[in-house]
């Protein structure tokens, strides 16, 4: 059967009481974007929605993506977490078979309690001068790894969107998609995590050590910004923290390795990691333990396959309509040439647009809420500032649409951080 796209589920989502099976959703508010569309996130096969339902909210999860044997893998997570409720830093899910109508067809969900708290990247941009905060959550995250292993248990996606921080610097994690349970051991892997955070031999290994390698990444990259809180602007893409997948395949030839390498107090916890980087994925946790590993067991990362396994974002050009959209709902990297940058105001809230073109026939558009426009406008106080700059762009891909107008594909910029500028030439080659 063919999953509804994004802006199919969109469209369902603004009338809860017709699109949801579950009596409580159809009694639900959908929050909207100051642009009047669903506020969605992304997340492995799903598209996540924000419904409150008489004061509690829920995380409504919409598949647009075939998943492996969802129901049986969410039917037992769900076990798992209820049977152990000392686990706090776990969220509640339940998968619903008969879930949301789409044009008149049901398809299935997973609700979930709402998670308050900002993704880890965010949080690190906000504490980044605070190396006690920083530290503090380092510490915060090997608890909840240590705690998962001793349970023989792997969230299998660590990575700054599903790592969520709360006020009290407390961690939650969301996304259970590629979880291992022991008892889904037989279904294998569902999938691969987030490139920038993952081994290049992981491959289709499914087990209770998935987290290690992706928390020690974590770990050195939160005591490196402790350190030396400049990293931020050098290597962070708005995709990660520091690190990219780029770094794991090629240690050698990394100038952030060579950096930290050089860090005061890094030395022996970077050099841990590129020797578990050269290493295959199966003797990871010995390396990362500080166990020798014969060198039968080394491997050229630069030359693995299986990094093929972790799927990387298609690059596209902003010029490109079609392709955009058909990408709605994805994770998508757009490069291309600013034409105008302006700022409306909608019921006494200011939205900024980035165009790449005539936004009323439907090019693309970075739009910019809240605090991220806050940011922007007080970075480029006019049109000039921004008028002819190339630049690129990882987010969701999602459309809008009003007015008998085209559908406008677009990315929200949720910190200004997220906007790289790149050259003539690095748009060209895109091409």
């Known amino acids: 059967m063919r999953l509804p796209a994004l802006l199919d589920y969109q469209h369902a989502v603004q009338l809860p009481q017709v699109a949801f099976c579950d009596s409580d959703l159809r009694r639900g508010t959908p929050r909207l974007t100051p642009l009047g569309m669903p506020a969605v996130a992304s997340g492995g096969f799903a598209l996540t929605f924000d419904i409150t339902v008489s004061g509690s909210r829920y995380a409504v999860r919409c598949f647009h993506k075939p998943g492996n044997h969802l129901q049986e893998r969410y ?59 920083l530290m503090a959550l380092r510490q915060r995250l090997w608890q909840v790894v240590i705690a998962m292993k001793g349970m023989g248990v792997a969230h299998g996606d660590l990575q700054h969107g599903n790592i969520l921080v709360d006020t009290k610097g407390d961690i939650r994690l969301v996304d259970y998609d590629g979880m291992f349970v022991p008892n889904l051991r037989p279904l294998g892997a569902a999938e691969y995590g987030h490139r920038n955070y993952q081994h290049p031999d992981r491959g289709s290994s499914y087990d209770a ?67 578990a980087c050269h290493t295959r994925f199966s003797a990871v946790p010995q390396v990362l333990a500080g166990e020798t590993v014969r060198t039968s067991t080394h491997f050229s990362s630069a030359a693995s396959g299986n990094r093929q396994a972790v799927s990387v974002p298609p690059i596209l050009l ?16 757009v490069v291309g040439t600013v034409t105008s940058y302006r700022t409306i105001e909608v019921t006494r809230r200011k939205i900024s647009f980035i165009n790449f073109g005539d936004f009323r026939r439907g090019a693309f558009t970075i739009v910019v809420f809240g ?54 030439n690095f748009v060209a080659s895109v091409a």
């Open 75 to 133: 039917s037992e997570i769900s076990r798992f977490i209820q049977v152990n409720p000392n686990l706090e830093f776990l969220a509640n899910v339940d998968y619903r078979a008969q879930g949301i109508r789409v044009n008149g067809v049901v398809f299935p969900i997973v609700r979930m309690e709402w998670v308050d708290g900002l993704p880890m990247s965010d949080w690190v941009e906000d504490n980044l001068g605070s190396p006690e905060n």
């Open 371 to 424: 605090r991220a426009g806050t940011e922007l406008r007080r970075k480029f106080l006019s049109q000039s500032d921004l008028h002819g700059r190339h630049v690129s762009i990882t987010g969701l891909l999602t459309i809008y649409e009003k007015d008998g107008r085209r559908p406008t594909p677009q990315i929200e910029l949720r910190r200004v951080s997220a906007l790289r500028f790149v050259t003539e």
């Open 318 to 333: 902003a010029s490109e309509r079609d392709r955009l959209i058909a990408n709605q709902g994805n994770e998508v990297t």
């Open 209 to 275: 050590t998935l987290d290690l390698f992706s928390a020690h990444v974590i770990d050195v990259s939160l005591t490196a910004l402790a350190e030396a809180p400049e990293l931020w602007n050098e290597f962070h893409t708005g995709d990660n923290l520091i690190f990219t997948d780029t770094d794991f395949a090629d240690p050698r030839g990394s100038v952030l390795f060579a950096r930290l390498m050089r860090q005061t107090g890094l030395t022996k916890r970077t050099r841990v990691l590129i020797d």
